[in-house]
């Protein structure tokens, strides 16, 4: 793996691979532009490393980081300084900038957004925003290890977050 070079990621458990340009490597996380279809950059997401299966870079992912610095993707800076060592940092720092970010499980298709508000040993706890962009006011209990990704600063949650604010105050 390389920083600034795009590559697949197969996660254990997912059938499709999350894609993206490497931005910074750690211990435990990879923080990558996250790259959803084609060309489409939509945030930033961070893949625990303990459930890569196989990192992907062929001739299709070459291409595909030549587009992208054709369309300027590739100079855009990472706007985060997240420590990547540790399994709870990103966790940590999500909570310390009460920033709200998709969590992706074990399961590709569930995903829960939110905000951290409590740290443990083996558990984030966050409370929920829902696909109508209202605050959920239960507080939900999530393992560490059930997290295979976590997306930030995506269209979705922005879209909602900007409408809960518009609209539901």
Not at 11 to 40: A, F, N, Q, T
Not at 97 to 110: P, S
Request: proline share 2%; with cysteine; net charge neutral.
């Amino acid at each position: 793996m390389e920083k600034g070079k795009f590559y697949s990621f197969k996660m254990k458990g997912w059938k499709e691979p999350i894609c993206g340009v490497i931005e910074r490597i750690g211990s435990e996380w990879i923080l990558i532009k996250h790259i959803v279809v084609d060309y489409v950059f939509d945030g930033y997401s961070l893949i625990q490393r303990k459930y890569i299966k196989d990192i992907i870079r062929n001739n299709n992912n070459i291409f595909t980081e030549k587009v992208l610095i054709a369309k300027g993707v590739m100079d855009i800076n990472v706007p985060y300084d997240i420590s990547l060592n540790t399994q709870t940092t990103p966790f940590e720092w999500l909570q310390e900038h009460d920033i709200t970010a998709e969590f992706y499980t074990k399961d590709r298709y569930i995903c829960y957004i939110g905000k951290v508000i409590k740290i443990t040993k083996k558990y984030f706890h966050y409370t929920s925003i829902d696909t109508k962009g209202c605050w959920d006011n239960d507080i939900y209990e999530c393992t560490f290890a059930n997290i295979r990704a976590i997306s930030i600063d995506t269209d979705y949650t922005n879209s909602l977050l900007i409408y809960n604010e518009k609209f539901e105050k």
